[in-house]
């Protein structure tokens, strides 16, 4: 055996980081053929937006931002240091009911609430009891309003700061803590003034999430009657048939996006510093006993009874009252197929490209694979909508070329095989969910020491073998959580679907939409209860990784 | 053979499959339909289309902006047919370029020239009357004008759905082309301040509201009341406790708007495009529109339904659909302005 890398090892190399710049590529391209699109001179519209839908959406978008923000903030920090501090009555069950929420996407919590509260509905009903129906009319709170949305938004989306918050709280270490109640802090002060503060790097990544979910909305937001960026975005282009003023609002956006983008980098880099102790010793929880246990358990327990339990059992008590289950109608099965057959193979391409992108970055780091994982990473922070939008010409573009070549030839030419097909569903997925699998792979590659590989080489084994006898063995549970997280985003994935989706194709989460936008969400309960249960297992696989393995539960 | 390579060919084949389950458009015997009618409503027409001729309809539903789909989708769209629910569909299709006209003997015979455009981009196949659902209890009167909907006395008693949605688009439109834009502008804003709440919801959920006693008087579609007194079991309280009114504009007639039809203009399917539409107004497809879909037929000789004929006599306002159309923008623009949905 040479010294010099052996020829094959450079071609695989080079085909391997070719790949990943070419999926990096995939990636960023919706991006630039919005800012192409945006470019186009848009006469008398932007006097009107101005006017009218500019000020409004972003006063809306930046409340909504504020309260969600605030909601997830306090709810998640509140339940994780509770839940990392104190031991009480019920704790064990709320460490896998605390981030069930997750497992709502935001537009069914919406139309859950919505029936909910809604006049002659279930809280209408039961407070008439008491009290003459019109009377009872006045105390139903709101729910299509900002207020309504910034409380339901938050609801379902606080387990990502309390996940973030609660993981660091667990591997503060305990000389911390025992140094701030030598010095005569209180519990409060040791809160506010070190894991507080020495959780705020976590606290960014987990609201940062919050924050691009919510912007990410639009199911929510549009039936609540919140007219935020997004929806106008989506009413400028569709009910405008402003193509470039929507491209335009939507660059406006992608600042937003950005920033959000930087707080989380931000955070990201500051968590080196926060996590630095190997092995932490974990502070005691304090038992509480008697009165002061029972509220905290119910405290803890609020948050996810709001933004998990009580939509559930809904969706179930409707589903069975309806006997939805006793006539599962085929439509609602053509939608499950669908939903599973997108979902599935977005998830298959997803993964090996991930595998892809991180290979490639472990056999030839340069700036290109670097660049590439750095792109990949950025899918997910594209609103689905503005991703839609900004595929739909690219995609066009390329189905024309392909007519063309098809009626150069004198061959029959095929119409739009991408962008009139589930193709085109299928790349938006694979851009948008590219991240989470990336991401994952990346983590345990970094898991995967280097001598592995150099002691795999000496041997005489090809890339090939390495890949199969040593990664993949290695990578499994992190594929295997890619798949069930990526799996789960492309069945709950709306935005996009709505807007990419052939002839004959509906999916679960667009057919629910179809039946709320039409004033009959009840009958699409089945298949919200679908979306939620097959939620729940990625949410309590999270839930295992999130604690902290040798730490007591 | 490794496992790797077995999974990554079996995920190469996944992806193959989703791409050739692209649907071959131009085949022999198929249609495809984009519309913005409730697939549940439309669905029992395609399937009896279907049986009578034997041409697979293929149909994509949503409901907003399946015209900006098909420009999008340019000169391969596999579009053949639009369906769409108001004249504001149709103006916009006609505007954004992407319909041709329909040349059909049949079609001018059957659809009255007041319910198709001059040019034959669109044809009118059904249509549904804009009306008041009132209180039983509360409201005695039973006639109504559309501008004493902005007098004082129901101060706090409407409700009604987001003045941008295409229904409520169509009669504030007919209401500038009758009233000029100032009158209309101080007649919206009268509106506005009767609500008894934020406009949100459908025309069903305006309905609930006064049944609940939110609200006196509602503005909704004549095919909703229809839908939930006589199909939707848990809606039909709603229904029961409500009537509906057939109001008038000052000059006497009802705002009425058509549920339409057009040709695509790059329609790979045309003649199994023009079969469909021709379909559409015989006899059967009509009879299905009146007892089905509750609305009230184009072709003449066929009978509205027994629950819509109880509403009383329908006059249709004579306003030509031309001026609603080109009063739209400006009525979008006032709702808007006087912050309607606010």
């Not at chain 1, 006017?51 to 605030?70: E, I, N, W």
């Not at chain 2, 389950?21 to 279907?50: C, I, M, W």
């Not at chain 2, 058509?258 to 009509?286: C, F, H, R, T």
Request: glycine share 8%; with cysteine.
């Amino acid at each position: 055996m040479s010294t010099s890398r052996p020829i094959s090892l450079r071609i695989t190399g080079t085909v391997t980081s070719t790949l990943a710049v070419l999926t990096g590529v995939a990636v960023v391209l919706p991006v630039i053929s919005i800012a192409l699109l945006a470019m186009q001179p848009v006469p008398d519209l932007w006097p009107h937006l101005i006017a009218y839908v500019l000020p409004q959406a972003t006063r809306d978008t930046a409340l909504l931002l504020l309260g969600v923000g605030s909601v997830a903030t306090a709810l998640g920090v509140g339940a994780a240091w509770i839940m990392t501090a104190y031991d009480f009555p019920g704790r064990g069950w709320l460490i896998w009911l605390m981030p069930l929420p997750l497992a709502i996407p935001t537009y069914i919590g919406a139309y859950v609430y919505v029936e909910i509260f809604e006049p002659l509905g279930v809280v209408h009903n039961v407070l008439s009891l008491w009290l003459p129906r019109r009377e009872a009319l006045a105390l139903l709170p709101g729910m299509r309003t900002l207020a309504g949305a910034i409380v339901i938004i938050g609801l379902v989306l606080y387990p990502y700061v309390y996940l973030s918050a609660r993981a660091m709280f667990q591997t503060q270490s305990a000389e911390f803590i025992e140094a701030a109640r030598l010095l005569g802090a209180n519990r409060w002060q040791q809160f506010m003034r070190v894991s507080l503060p020495m959780a705020r790097p976590a606290l960014a990544v987990g609201l940062s999430l919050v924050l691009l979910e919510t912007l990410n909305d639009i199911g929510a937001s549009e039936y609540l009657g919140v007219r935020t960026m997004t929806v106008s975005i989506f009413t400028t282009w569709l009910n405008r048939g402003s193509l470039a003023g929507a491209a335009q609002m939507s660059c406006l956006m992608l600042f937003v996006v950005a920033a959000l983008v930087l707080l989380e980098r931000h955070g990201r880099k500051a968590r080196a510093f926060a996590a630095s102790a190997e092995s932490p010793r974990l502070a005691e929880r304090v038992p509480l006993a008697g009165a002061k246990g029972w509220i905290a358990g119910l405290m803890c327990l609020l948050p996810p009874l709001f933004g998990f339990v009580i939509p559930f059992v809904f969706l179930l008590y409707e589903s069975v009252h309806r006997s939805l289950f006793g006539a599962i109608d085929a439509e609602l099965l053509h939608a499950l197929g669908n939903s599973v057959v997108l979902a599935l193979t977005a998830t298959a391409i997803v993964l090996a490209l991930g595998l892809v992108i991180t290979l490639a970055h472990r056999w030839q780091s340069s700036k290109a694979t670097t660049a590439s994982l750095g792109a990949s990473q950025a899918g997910y922070a594209v609103p689905g909508l503005i991703l839609a939008l900004g595929l739909l010409t690219p995609l066009v573009a390329f189905d024309s070329v392909v007519n063309a070549a098809a009626r150069g030839l004198g061959a029959s030419t095929p119409g739009l095989i991408v962008a009139g097909s589930s193709a085109a569903v299928v790349i938006a997925y694979v851009i948008r969910f590219m991240a989470v699998a990336s991401g994952l792979t990346q983590a345990g590659f970094e898991r995967i020491p280097r001598d592995y590989d150099d002691s795999a080489r000496i041997s005489g084994a090809s890339q090939w073998v390495c890949v199969e006898r040593i990664y993949l063995p290695l990578l499994r549970p992190a594929l295997w959580g890619a798949a069930i997280l990526v799996f789960v985003d492309c069945l709950k994935e709306l935005p996009a679907t709505l807007l990419l989706r052939p002839l004959n194709v509906e999916t679960l989460a667009t057919s629910i939409y179809q039946y709320a936008s039409r004033g009959s969400f009840e009958q699409g309960s089945l298949a919200a209860l679908l979306i939620v249960a097959a939620s729940i297992i990625p949410v309590v696989w999270l839930t295992r990784f999130a604690d902290v393995p040798n730490g007591p539960a | 053979m490794s496992r790797f390579r077995d999974l990554s060919i079996a995920a190469v084949a996944a992806g193959a499959t989703t791409l050739s389950a692209a649907a071959a458009f131009a085949q022999a015997g198929e249609v495809n339909v984009y519309t913005y009618r409730e697939s549940k409503l439309v669905q029992p027409l395609f399937d009896a289309f279907t049986k009578d001729t034997g041409i697979k309809v293929n149909v994509i539903s949503a409901s907003s902006g399946l015209e900006q789909r098909i420009k999008t989708e340019g000169a391969n769209s596999p579009a053949d047919v639009l369906l769409t629910v108001d004249i504001g569909r149709m103006d916009d299709a006609v505007k954004a370029e992407i319909a041709q006209p329909i040349k059909s003997a049949k079609l001018d015979e059957t659809v009255p020239v007041r319910f198709r455009d001059p040019n034959g981009y669109w044809y009118g196949i059904s249509m549904r009357a804009r009306v008041v659902y009132a209180s039983n209890e509360r409201v005695k009167q039973d006639a109504i004008t559309y501008e004493e909907l902005a007098d004082p006395k129901w101060k706090g008693k409407i409700c009604i759905r987001s003045g941008q949605h295409i229904y409520n688009n169509a009669l504030f439109a007919a209401y500038v082309a009758k009233h000029g834009e100032a009158k209309a502008e101080e007649w919206l804003k009268g509106l506005k301040a009767n609500l008894a709440q934020k406009p949100s919801g459908g025309d069903r959920e305006q309905a609930r509201d006064v049944a609940a006693g939110k609200c006196d008087i509602a503005i909704g579609n004549t095919y909703y009341w229809a839908l939930m007194k006589n199909v939707d079991a848990d809606k039909k309280p709603w229904a029961d406790a409500t009537k509906v009114i057939l109001p008038t504009f000052a000059d006497g007639g009802t705002h009425v708007n058509l549920s339409g039809v057009l040709l695509a203009k790059n329609a790979p399917n045309k003649a199994n495009a023009i079969k469909l539409i021709e379909w559409l107004v015989e006899d059967k497809a009509q009879h299905m529109y009146a007892d089905v879909n509750y609305e009230y037929p184009v072709r003449a000789g066929v009978a509205v339904n027994p629950t819509i004929a109880g509403y009383g006599k329908l006059n249709p306002d004579a306003l030509p659909i031309a001026k609603i159309a080109e009063n739209r923008k400006t009525a979008s623009t006032l709702v808007d302005k006087v912050g309607f949905d606010n």
